[in-house]
């Protein structure tokens, strides 16, 4: 295995973005993709070296640039606004994510037929949003995601959806998780919603450790957590490079 990476520049309209792609460069042909869909922080080391993980498991992983310009918000208040600035507009947040997708799914290395996207946090949310709006993705995960019931037409996707949630998370009530499965048993979709106990936000990050906030780091949520998004990118994968895929 000889895992490579590069930073990847793309567009939505005249906006610059900034992706960062791993992949193996012992495999020839191309491989499905996985996006990486980053917290509010932006396009940080976290979400790339999941990108890096994505290679080492056999697929492409692709970190994209939600803010544009690679920007990376440091304090709370920077990460705020610059996540509401573009989530308030629900319709150009999803086109900026369909930026990265079609920068992704351009690349040599990607098998832009195959597509899943795993996202965390406000990355969750964007993944949800792909997911409830017909992306033609083969799996949408949300770890930890902002789940709420956004104001727009919904439309069934292809994608196999995989919420994983904190049960004490405070950003995503208990109500709002019940919605979230009503609306995609409603749409006909193929979902699951794994919630982890004595479980807050953000535990799939090392470090994470705010009371106000609630973000706290749980070591068994993030193991079990990835073990089951794995597995499902193990199966909607499993036949690709096959006649049946």
Request: hydrophobic residues 40%.
């Amino acid at each position: 295995m000889d895992i490579m990476t590069r930073e990847v520049e793309y567009f939505d309209g005249k906006q610059r973005c900034v992706g960062y792609l791993a992949w193996d460069n012992s495999v020839v042909s191309p491989r499905p993709g996985v996006l990486i869909s980053p917290a509010w922080g932006g396009r940080d080391s976290f979400a790339d070296q999941k990108a890096v993980q994505m290679a080492g498991l056999g697929y492409v992983g692709f970190a994209i640039d939600v803010y544009g310009d690679a920007a990376q918000p440091e304090t709370t208040d920077e990460k705020m606004a610059a996540m509401g600035a573009i989530a308030d507009d629900r319709d150009k947040l999803l086109t900026r994510v369909k930026a990265g997708m079609a920068a992704a799914q351009a690349l040599d290395e990607i098998d832009g037929g195959h597509m899943a996207m795993m996202g965390f946090c406000f990355g969750g949310m964007c993944t949800l949003d792909m997911a409830r709006r017909g992306a033609d993705l083969k799996a949408a995960i949300s770890f930890h995601g902002v789940i709420d019931d956004p104001d727009y037409k919904r439309k069934k996707s292809t994608a196999k959806v995989l919420v994983l949630h904190g049960w004490d998370d405070p950003m995503s009530d208990h109500e709002s998780i019940v919605k979230l499965g009503e609306e995609l048993n409603g749409l006909g979709m193929d979902w699951q919603l794994h919630a982890y106990g004595q479980t807050s936000h953000a535990f799939t990050v090392p470090g994470a450790n705010d009371k106000k906030l609630g973000l706290d780091y749980n070591a068994d949520a993030d193991r079990r957590s990835w073990a089951a998004a794995t597995d499902l990118l193990s199966e909607v994968f499993a036949l690709h490079g096959t006649d049946q895929a």
